[in-house]
């Protein structure tokens, strides 16, 4: 049962632009926290933008600050990762997650095991 959909993403040049979203059942996109992590080849998978769905509070990694937006979306139950300027170090599979209805967070936090429902996963692709 898939609880998370994500979709978007793709290969893109250097300093372009490409969107992510990802859709969750209402009592999940409700719940408190959703976000987006990545995982770059050989590395762990970090946490890069996180969103509370109730307040619209957010919270960026340091290496996408400025340059990607999280928002959310309540009449779709959809949040979206605007990544501009991209970066070949931006070259990651990238997930959509959500924290289960039990666990209200806040602030949300950009921690892994928060997390309960993950996205399928998504490849972004930047080239120099």
């Known amino acids: 049962q898939v609880h998370v959909a994500q979709s978007g993403g793709g290969s893109v040049q250097a300093g372009g632009s490409l969107r992510l979203s990802c859709t969750a059942p209402?009592?999940?996109?409700?719940?408190?926290?959703m976000g987006w992590f990545r995982q770059g080849p050989g590395k762990q998978r970090e946490g890069i933008a996180v969103?509370?769905?109730?307040?619209?509070?957010?919270d960026y990694d340091d290496s996408v600050k400025g340059r990607f937006t999280i928002s959310g979306d309540n009449a779709r139950n959809t949040i979206y990762l605007q990544m501009n300027s991209l970066k070949p170090e931006d070259h990651a599979m990238y997930y959509c997650?959500?924290?289960?209805?039990?666990?209200?967070?806040?602030?949300?936090?950009?921690?892994?095991?928060?997390?309960?429902?993950w996205g399928q996963g998504t490849q972004v692709t930047v080239s120099q």
């Open positions: 997650a959500a924290v289960t209805p039990s666990r209200r967070f806040f602030p949300c936090k950009r921690v892994r095991g928060d997390f309960s429902y």
């Open positions: 209402v009592y999940i996109y409700s719940a408190s926290c």
């Open positions: 969103i509370h769905t109730g307040t619209n509070s957010t």
